[in-house]
């Protein structure tokens, strides 16, 4: 025989039950914190923000000025030269931070730039379907036969070599596989029985898209965005490290590795750039595979 309970009591066991109970993104968020390499990621990030945008203004040296006294010394403590000097006499710390400034500028424009458009692309012609979907796709197919190096160059020519520019052009050669991304998952998202209950509801098409299927593309979208700032980062480096890059007297992480590995006598040149980006390039991709085990555990 079940005892009787008093009011207080069930109302007490109701709350327990509410509290227990977590959503999809609640679940989420606990496997994410539960990734000890993707929470790694995520502070590592944060510090190398952090030294990205605050170093430069605390710093003692100017990462343009050149002492022509100090060409190419090693690092030391003296004259606060940790990673020492380049053959200009222009100090690496500073040098270094102002690159990974850039680089992670590059990496978030380009690919805000590539998440505003695949985003639109993708989920316009996953829902309009038919002759829309296949013409859109069909551009996004010759975009995508164009060599990359090819269209930047062309940017370059046409609008001149700008730092903003650069942003740009990689930013609208990134883009076409987020929009192949998010067409296939509007494709399967409007077939979905809340969608359906929406337009036999009268929501108009526009609607359907912000309300309904925007929402929920957000898991693959920002696990994409993770994956792709990565990417972005080394495209900007590889056009840096030939030449088509940032210019003087800006620099990069692709242009300082450029430069150092030109002067193989003076291997801090090399080292202090290239250890930077590697341990950025790890952090971004741990918090990557952290978020897409977090909000798609099928692929765990």
């Known amino acids: 025989m079940t005892p009787f309970l008093a009011p207080s009591e069930s109302e ?64 030391t403590f003296e004259n606060l030269h940790l990673l020492g000097t380049d053959i200009y006499g222009r100090d690496l710390v500073a040098r270094v931070m102002t690159g990974l400034r850039i680089s992670l500028a590059v990496g978030a424009i380009a690919t805000f730039v590539s998440l505003v458009i695949g985003v639109a692309w993708g989920a316009v012609a996953g829902f309009a379907g038919g002759r829309t979907d296949q013409v859109m796709m069909r551009i996004v197919d010759i975009i995508y036969a164009m060599p990359f190096i090819f269209f930047v160059i062309l940017v370059t020519v046409v609008f001149g070599r700008h730092i903003f520019l650069i942003f740009l052009a990689i930013g609208a050669v990134e883009w076409m596989t987020m929009a192949r991304i998010v067409r296939g998952q509007t494709l399967m998202l409007k077939q979905k029985e809340f969608v359906e209950a929406a337009r036999a509801a009268g929501v108009q098409p526009l609607g359907l898209v912000v309300r309904h299927i925007l929402p929920n593309l957000l898991g693959p979208v920002a696990v994409y965005v993770t994956l792709t700032m990565p990417v972005v980062i080394l495209q900007e480096s590889f056009l840096s490290f030939i030449g088509l890059g940032v210019q003087e007297p800006l620099t990069s992480l692709g242009r300082l590795i450029s430069e150092g590995q030109r002067e193989l006598s003076t291997p801090w040149m090399l080292l202090a750039p290239a250890v930077t980006m590697v341990v950025t390039l790890f952090s971004l991709n741990f918090i990557g595979d952290g978020l897409r085990d977090a909000l798609d555990p099928k692929d765990r």
């Open 12 to 75: 007490a066991l109701l709350k327990g039950a509410v509290v227990k109970g977590r959503s999809l993104w609640d679940d989420s968020l606990r496997r994410l914190l539960a990734n000890r390499a993707a929470m790694a990621g995520f502070v590592v990030l944060g510090l190398i923000t952090l030294i990205a945008v605050v170093g430069p203004f605390v710093w003692p040296h100017d990462f343009a000025t050149q002492y022509r006294d100090r060409l190419a010394i090693g690092p």
